[in-house]
């Protein structure tokens, strides 16, 4: 694998002037420009990316379970990148178990492509244009560039964190962690710039119609709006966003399409059809492992429990816990509790006041049966830096392998007012049934057909979601309220 990608490394090397070879510098394959790589060789990047891409698949959900999908991508990928000027490059595409919108690339032909993306285009030439784009980033040595300055600095700050581990000071900065780093670090617009020119070169040449770069941009700014409307929640996730670590605008991607219409390049394939029915039937947003979020319940129908928030919470599901929040900033917050750390601590007790309380003493600390299981909790009344706020803790040991956390922080003035209704959602903690738990179903994409007369609300409000419907509707086919819905058209719904 390695020989060929090293033949054209010699290759490209021999042509150029002696004195521009430089330790620092080396030719980009796709531009033909000299750029810092820190001393990466070709052979280094695709260590790199092997030796990154495990990480990178622990970070970002695992690869998505679905073999129809992962042969597709690779397919078309495969494909694109045998366009590229790296068609020898041992090119990996993986799906990622995502729901947030985004794809990377790293160093060595690694590329990704979430779920949570895949759901947003319409048809093939879509979704070639992401995969160019980021083949464009690996052929243009961007992934190779960033890496070796996200390298750079982690080791400078390794070394200032040995420096401050001595005067005793938190240490800093994981090396581990430099594959999720890389990946959410943004590239230049000059980047982004240069890897749309050479995505539209790769698309164009596999025949795919380049304007899909512009369609699917439109959707991605869609999408972008809704990011931004659920952000400006405070319950939201930090988030991860293609818009982020793609820093793009519409004009620079016309510019690249004209231009490279100006050179000849043309398309008109959409494999619309092919597309439609692999995306009818996706699992859209978190899935039956991920625990789901439905109203005012979170239902686990893998780990096989549910529970309630009261009405007024909204609940999101973040990778570490649960979490509820009201207008007034009270909050539940429900997580794993380890076995091991229960065990450690020396019982449920000991776990509840001593090593998850630590400091703060908790009163009246008693033991419950919530449903069949067994519970112990505490409470306290803390001042937060910025206001009183009565706090309860709960441990529930839904079986010797799985004890959860509740807990609930109200503020002084509600805690009365909620009292009740924070007691119903801990006892509405119980454990689901094999029958019950085969019933929960992940929300899906379905692909529907748009009959004479429908109107954009009524499609809207058929939707499964639990809110901003209309922004998912936009997002899913880049058409807004005010756009006409043509009767015969094809669209993307949730169900
Ligand atoms: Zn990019």
Redesign the pocket.
């Known amino acids: 694998m390695l020989r060929t990608n090293d033949r054209l490394w010699l290759r490209l090397l021999a042509l150029l002037p002696v004195l521009l070879v430089t330790a620092a510098c080396s030719a980009n394959p796709a531009t033909g420009e000299q750029s810092f790589t820190g001393f990466m060789s070709p052979e280094r990047e695709l260590q790199v990316g092997a030796e990154e891409h495990p990480k990178m698949l622990k970070q970002f959900g695992g690869q998505f379970d679905d073999r129809a999908w992962s042969e597709y991508v690779r397919e078309i990928g495969l494909e694109l990148a045998g366009y590229s000027e790296l068609p020898d490059l041992p090119w990996t595409f993986t799906v990622l178990d995502d729901t947030q919108v985004n ?1 990377f ?1 790293l160093p060595g032909g690694y590329i990704y492509i979430t779920r949570g993306l895949l759901a947003l285009a319409s048809n093939e030439a879509e979704m070639a244009g992401v995969l160019s ?2 083949i ?2 690996v052929t243009a040595r ?1 992934t190779a560039q960033r890496y070796s300055s996200t390298v750079a600095a982690n080791i400078g700050l390794q070394v200032l964190g040995v420096l401050s581990d001595a005067a005793g000071l938190p240490g800093a900065q994981n090396i581990a962690g430099v594959a999720a780093e890389l990946a959410l670090k943004s ?1 230049s617009r000059e ?2 710039l240069e ?2 020119m050479l995505g539209v070169r790769y698309m164009t040449r596999a025949g795919y119609d380049p304007d899909a770069m512009t369609s699917f941009f439109v959707k991605l700014r869609a999408h972008d709006r809704l990011k931004g409307l659920i952000q400006g929640d405070p319950n939201a996730a930090e988030e991860h966003n ?1 818009m982020a ?4 605008t519409a004009d620079r991607i016309e510019q690249a399409i004209k231009l490279a219409k100006a050179n000849g390049a043309t398309g008109q394939r959409h494999e619309t059809a092919r597309y439609l029915k692999m995306v009818n039937g996706m699992v859209f947003g978190d899935d039956v492992g991920q625990g789901l979020v439905r109203g005012t319940s979170f239902v686990h129908p893998e780990l096989r429990f549910r529970f309630d928030v009261p009405e007024g919470f909204t609940i999101r599901n973040r990778p570490t816990m649960v979490l509820a929040t009201d207008e007034n900033n009270n909050s539940i917050k429900f997580a794993h509790a380890t076995t091991q750390d229960v065990r450690d601590a020396g019982g449920m007790e000991r776990y509840l006041t001593q090593k998850w309380s630590g400091n703060t003493s908790l009163q009246d600390v008693e033991w419950l049966e919530i449903n069949g299981m067994k519970a112990v909790t505490g409470a306290a009344s803390v001042w937060t830096g910025q206001r009183n706020v009565d706090v309860r803790r709960i441990v529930i040991e839904q079986d010797k392998d799985h004890y959860w956390r509740f807990q609930f922080v109200t503020g002084t003035d509600d805690s009365e007012r909620l009292n009740e209704a924070l007691r119903r959602t801990t006892y509405s903690f119980r454990a689901l049934s094999a029958a019950e738990a085969k019933r929960i179903q992940p929300w899906r994409i379905r692909v529907v057909t748009v009959r004479p007369g429908a109107t954009f609300a009524a499609m809207v409000a058929d939707m499964a979601l639990d809110e901003y419907k209309a922004e998912w509707f936009e997002a899913l086919n880049a058409i807004g309220p005010d756009d006409p819905l043509i009767p015969g058209a094809r669209v993307k719904v949730v169900k």
Not at 245 to 248: A, I, L
């Open positions: 794809a690339a784009h980021e464009g980033h961007h590239y980047q982004e890897a749309d293609i670590t793609h820093p793009r």
